[in-house]
């Protein structure tokens, strides 16, 4: 399980996080939803310690994480796998390079089951990063996220600058990954429609505190005016 209590951050005299709490547990699927700036990227980052928090708590499997503790974070980086907003690819490696990059080789054994599970094809892997897709690019960055065997992945904006196609694409692997390695992701967007296909939890930030947590129907019903707000815009977008 992973969990949150009360985790909060301020910068300067920015209060970004007061007080935020989740609890997730292997196989589930947790969205992080809120308005640019609103701090769902800093969630992420206290999370594998990236970004201390001010106070608050993170535990991973029963596990308390001390940021300080580097040895610690660098076992809690391999448990939570984090997957950035912009694919984090070196320009001058191929894919394939990018994947093997500081890896055990005993690890790769795997590639192929992971290039599966994202819908990868084995001939992109000899490009370069300019010369695929924004799409591509992000699923080989997912790929180098699995072949560390993370326990729960965190997803940073998957589908933002996607095509609706590769949305969906997106989508499907997310569901795959999780299906078949078991592991829990959160999943910080503002894609309120993916949002309600694959949330098991939708987590609503605003001004730095949770203010709706619950299941996508209770969001869809949900008389917060935030909340309904995001969901008008879905509706609006879908006609
Ligand atoms: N390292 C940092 N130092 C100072 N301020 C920061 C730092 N990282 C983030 N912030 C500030 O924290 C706030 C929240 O940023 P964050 O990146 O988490 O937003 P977000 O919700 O992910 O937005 P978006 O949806 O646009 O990605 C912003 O005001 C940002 O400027
Ligand atoms: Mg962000």
Same mark, same amino acid.
């Given at each position: ?26 196989? +589930? ?5 809120? /308005?640019?700036?609103?701090? @769902? ?18 535990? #991973?499997?029963? %596990?308390?994480?001390?940021? +300080? ?8 980086? +391999?448990?939570?796998? &984090? ?6 690819? &070196? ?12 890896? @055990? =080789? $005993? ?18 892997? !000899?490009?370069? =990063? ?8 992000? @699923?080989? !960055?997912?790929? /180098?996220?699995?072949? /560390?065997?993370?326990?729960? #992945? ?17 989508? +499907?692997?997310? /569901? ?6 078991? !592991?829990?992701? #959160? ?9 309600? %296909? ?18 996508? $129907?209770?969001?869809? !019903?949900?008389?917060?005016? &935030? ?13």
């Amino acid at each position: 399980m992973l969990e949150l209590k009360a985790i909060s951050k301020t910068f300067g005299n920015r209060a970004v996080l007061r007080s935020v709490s989740l609890t997730l547990n292997r196989g +589930q699927i947790c969205f992080v939803l809120g /308005r640019s700036g609103v701090g @769902k990227s800093v969630l992420l980052k206290t999370i594998v310690g990236l970004i201390p928090q001010d106070s608050g708590e993170v535990w #991973i499997q029963s %596990e308390k994480t001390d940021p +300080q503790n580097e040895e610690q974070m660098v076992s809690v980086r +391999q448990k939570c796998g &984090l997957v950035f907003q912009m694919p984090a690819l &070196l320009d001058s490696l191929t894919l394939q390079e990018n994947l093997e990059f500081g890896l @055990k =080789p $005993e690890k790769l054994a795997r590639l192929g089951k992971y290039l599966d599970w994202v819908q990868l094809s084995r001939e992109r892997l !000899s490009r370069y =990063p300019a010369e695929v897709s924004f799409g591509t690019q992000k @699923k080989a !960055s997912v790929v /180098r996220t699995l072949l /560390r065997e993370p326990q729960f #992945i965190l997803f940073d904006e998957p589908t933002t600058g996607l095509d609706p196609v590769s949305r969906q694409v997106t989508n +499907q692997m997310i /569901r795959n990954v999780v299906k078949e390695s078991h !592991s829990g992701c #959160i999943v910080v967007s503002h894609d309120v429609q993916s949002a309600i %296909e694959l949330a098991s939890t939708i987590i609503l930030l605003d001004q730095g505190q949770v203010i709706f947590q619950g299941t996508p $129907e209770s969001f869809c !019903s949900s008389e917060q005016p &935030l909340a309904r707000a995001f969901c008008n815009g879905m509706v609006l977008l879908d006609h």
